[in-house]
């Protein structure tokens, strides 16, 4: 079987890359913070030293990094991604960035002869140990095809979605939704608790209803308890709130509700709940001494 590359052990790409070992895939791994691949190396993962290393060595290399910044870094900087591709080689890029990161990436490949392929993700920390994750895929088709296999691990669905940017676009889209939906959710929550009803009742009865969800499920529990330990990180979502505004404005569509929660993100932010999970923007509808 054919190495894999994988850059960016977070929480994500930890998950990813232990799944692909599990389904007996050969992957080499790299993380900015190389200590985080000690555990990947008890999972029987190779180290590289740099991306331009993993990419040697593999087929193809898949990135899941934090944003466009650390995206164009692991692409473009010294020892980065550019080093190393050319024909024959691929670049997935699975990490949630704005159409404009994924086609700058994707011409600098190109323009190597290398092969490229955006696809972000769907579904959260679980969904990643479990394969459940739901793939946005546009670029390269045949890379597509060649990366079937582990997508199909990963993943319970995968779609291709045309041409570079699209699926960039969709998975803003989805995450701009899903953060207005916390949002709501975090209110409908503290109105229930302030107006003097019982919020886990509520928990039951929107589970019966039109608007039942995964997310309110799984997450509703524990942001009653107040436990906010992070699958989804609160300034990722932020960012996703802020570059899906950015798509709202270059479409000329008016959002007024991803807009008002991305202040409540950003606040959450400036109360420091940055690094915990997208959930904790509850706190800024209860306040932080509850
Ligand atoms: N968590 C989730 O539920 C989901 C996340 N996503 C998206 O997936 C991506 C990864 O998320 P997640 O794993 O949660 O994030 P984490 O914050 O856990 O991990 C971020 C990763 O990016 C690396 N990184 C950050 N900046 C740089 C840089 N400048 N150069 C090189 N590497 C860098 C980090 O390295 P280091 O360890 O050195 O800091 C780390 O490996 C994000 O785009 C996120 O929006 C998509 C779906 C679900
Ligand atoms: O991007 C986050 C997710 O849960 O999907």
Redesign the pocket.
Same mark, same amino acid.
Do not use: Y
């Given at each position: 079987m054919e190495e894999i590359g994988f850059?960016?052990?977070?929480?994500?790409?930890k998950a990813m890359a232990v799944n692909l070992l599990r389904h007996g895939f050969k992957v080499t791994v790299w993380?900015?913070?190389l200590s985080?691949c000690d555990e990947l190396k008890e999972h029987g993962a190779s180290v590289g030293e740099s991306p331009a290393a993993v990419v040697e060595k593999c087929k193809y290399t898949i990135g899941?990094? %934090?944003?466009p910044? &650390?995206a164009l870094?692991?692409v473009f900087d010294k020892g980065g991604v550019l080093e190393q591709i050319g024909k024959g080689k691929g670049y997935i890029d699975?990490?949630?960035?704005d159409a404009d990161t994924s086609s700058k990436i994707f011409e600098a490949i190109t323009a190597k002869g290398g092969d490229f392929l955006e696809a972000?993700?769907?579904? %959260?920390?679980k969904p &990643?140990e479990d394969g459940q994750l739901v793939i946005l895929a546009a670029g390269e088709k045949a890379l597509y095809e060649e990366a079937l296999p582990a997508f199909d691990v990963m993943g319970k669905k995968s779609f291709f979605l045309g041409q570079v940017g699209n699926g960039a676009k969709m998975?803003l889209v989805v995450n701009m939704i899903m953060g207005s939906m916390m949002n709501a959710f975090s209110e409908g929550l503290v109105l229930a608790d302030k107006s003097g009803l019982n919020p886990q009742t509520l928990l039951d009865v929107l589970d019966l209803g039109a608007i039942a969800n995964p997310m309110f499920k799984m997450k509703g529990p524990s942001m009653l308890k107040g436990n906010y330990t992070?699958?989804?990180?609160l300034k990722?979502q932020q960012?996703?709130m802020r570059l899906a505004l950015a798509l709202g404005d270059e479409n000329a569509v008016s959002m007024p509700v991803a807009a008002a929660s991305n202040e409540a993100f950003k606040k959450a932010r400036t109360l420091g709940l940055g690094d915990l999970d997208f959930s904790a923007v509850h706190n800024t509808v209860k306040g932080n001494d509850q």
């Open positions: 850059l960016g052990m977070g929480i994500m790409g993380n900015r913070t985080k899941m990094l %934090s944003d910044a &650390a870094s692991v699975m990490s949630t960035v972000p993700v769907s579904g %959260s920390k &990643a998975k992070p699958a989804f990180p990722h960012k996703d």
